[in-house]
């Protein structure tokens, strides 16, 4: 007899219908390999709409709704036209799905639905960095008064498991500087200029894909990778690093120039982001940098992110895999799903 678990999705853009298909394909898996059933009992979408129904939306039918009106306002459910409070107070879900569009400088809305979830008893599942960045001490702290879990393993590198990675097996090796390519719409960029592209076509196909956030600027500013240099100092470094901390730069000032005159050099240019301890203090930055060809981040193309770990017993230790994406990044509410049910 499988586990069930309800759950409500707030925000049905890219990653939530990502979600949505995942559940629809997976469903079978999921409960015969590790005894779950997951339920969606509520979608929440500012502009698309609201439907909950406490015996289980059909996943194929949301998306159907979605391809077919750009909406869920004409799918038929006990319930509809809740605002994201009230989908949270009356949904009677185990578990809040955060998506809702990330704001880094107030958190909001989500950081609301976050609090108000997890004050009501319910677990959260977020890839919205915006909380996670700006508040992840007292969400902590509330989630423990209140005996239940959150999982943010999507905020970092979409679904690859690259938090789960440093809190589960390489915090007690001492780590003592994290850097990578953090952003997958900016390095999806950045390869296809190498290819040729106009800079506004890449970025254009970027969106189309699913890898840039809602207001763009976010990644080409460099202000999404460094809430994950945020995120990954204060997880895993002891640090108290807010958004000012980091010395960030985007890459809206590389030209086509600039990438021809790296490819002539035989280099390329990469958003690099690094969080490291000093004697001083922590140095904590996001930059564009020219690497040689033989560089280990020089081969990591298209929305592909990869982190490196400096550790005192390891030494290096690198995870490669998908940075962005509607799949890979709904993939990563189910780690975080399978992560509740396994500490529960
Ligand atoms: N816009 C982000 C990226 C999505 O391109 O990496 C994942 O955080």
Known sequence: ?????????????????????????????????????????????????????????????????????????????????????????????????????????????ALSHVKQALSNGMHVSMTNKGPVALAFPELRKLAADNNVQIGIEGTVMSGTPSLSLGNDMLLAAGITKIQGILNGTTNYILCEMEKGLEYQVALDQATDLGYAEADPSGDVD???????????????????????????????????????????????????????????????????????KNHPLASISGATNALTYSTEILGDVTIIGPGAGRLETGYAVIEDILAIHKNS
Not at 43 to 64: I, M, Q, T, W, Y
Not at 101 to 108: I, N
Not at 229 to 251: P, R, Y
Not at 262 to 267: F, G, I, M, Q, R
């Open 1 to 109: 007899m499988s586990k069930k678990y309800k759950i409500a999705i707030i925000g049905f853009g890219n990653v939530g219908q990502g979600l949505a298909k995942l559940l629809s394909d997976k469903q079978t898996l999921l409960s015969e390999k590790f005894g779950i059933d997951i339920s969606t009992v509520a979608v929440c979408d500012f502009l698309k709409g609201s439907v909950a129904d406490p015996d289980g939306l059909d996943h194929n039918e949301l998306l159907r709704h979605i391809e077919e009106h750009g909406n869920l306002n004409k799918m038929q459910t006990p319930f509809s036209g809740w605002d994201a409070e009230e989908t949270i107070a009356k949904s009677g879900a185990d578990i809040l799905i955060e998506l809702a569009y990330t704001d880094l400088k107030t958190g909001e809305p």
């Open 222 to 292: 460099g202000h999404d990778a460094a809430a994950k240099v945020v995120i990954l100092g204060n997880l895993f470094m002891g640090l108290d690093l807010t958004l000012s901390d980091i010395d960030c730069t985007g890459i809206s000032a590389i030209t086509s120039k600039d990438i021809e005159n790296a490819t002539l050099e035989n280099k390329h240019w990469k958003l690099i982001g690094t969080v490291g301890k000093t004697e001083s203090g922590f140095i904590a930055s996001v930059k564009p940098e020219m690497i040689s």
